[in-house]
């Protein structure tokens, strides 16, 4: 699986770039800038029988650690163009979650720094259309899980892998009919750098 690789990638990468430079404590106060790609697993159960394809792109997120062991993070990606894999047309996808992430090895110097997050998603819908037809997906609002690693290349800066899992749920209508509700469900894999201040 492509997601796999690119997160075993960057493992790997950032376990060899790291050398034996003065480490600093994730910690209390830390602001920090996260960025890279991210693959979207798309696919879906739809009661309406539409798949959606796989996308890529950038991912990014802005956070602040009020405690040790603690931060809050805004995360986002860019607008993801999605056509049915079963179907002519598609639609714009535009995700984003507010998280709660846990760092169990916050306040240590730990070169690698595991991190799990619960919080919300929203996601907003623009540009559908399915066989032909207009189609109309309403904004969706719902959980949002992830997990993540740091590994500390400097005291500013780590290569960064994750992988989130979104409940995406939505009324959906087709030629202005209800059909069943579009459920994506996605989960993201990414890999990129956090930069901390």
Do not use: C
């Not at 800038?33 to 394809?53: E, F, H, M, P, W």
């Not at 202005?176 to 201040?197: I, K, M, S």
């Amino acid at each position: 699986m492509k997601a796999i690789k690119i997160l075993t990638a960057t493992v790997i990468a950032g376990t060899m770039a790291m050398g034996a430079q003065s480490a600093m404590a994730y910690g209390k106060g830390d602001i920090f800038l996260r960025g890279g790609v991210a693959k979207v697993d798309g696919k879906s159960n739809n009661g309406n029988g539409l798949i959606a394809k796989d996308e890529s792109g950038f991912a990014g997120s802005v956070g602040y650690m009020f405690h040790d062991n603690l931060a809050i993070a805004l995360q986002s990606t860019e607008e993801f163009s999605t056509d049915w894999e079963n179907s002519a047309g598609g639609f714009d996808q535009m995700p984003i979650n507010l998280m709660l992430q846990y760092y169990p090895l916050g306040g240590t110097e730990a070169r690698v720094q595991p991190y799990a997050g619960v919080g919300l998603n929203y996601t907003h819908f623009s540009g559908e259309s399915a066989g032909g037809q207009s189609m109309d997906i309403d904004d969706s609002y719902g959980a949002a899980a992830e997990l993540g690693v740091d590994l500390k290349i400097t005291e500013a800066w780590a290569v960064n892998g994750f992988a989130r899992y979104a409940n995406v749920k939505a009324d959906t209508k087709i030629a202005g009919q209800d059909v069943n509700d579009t459920e994506l469900d996605p989960v993201t894999v990414g890999a990129g750098v956090t930069y901390r201040f």
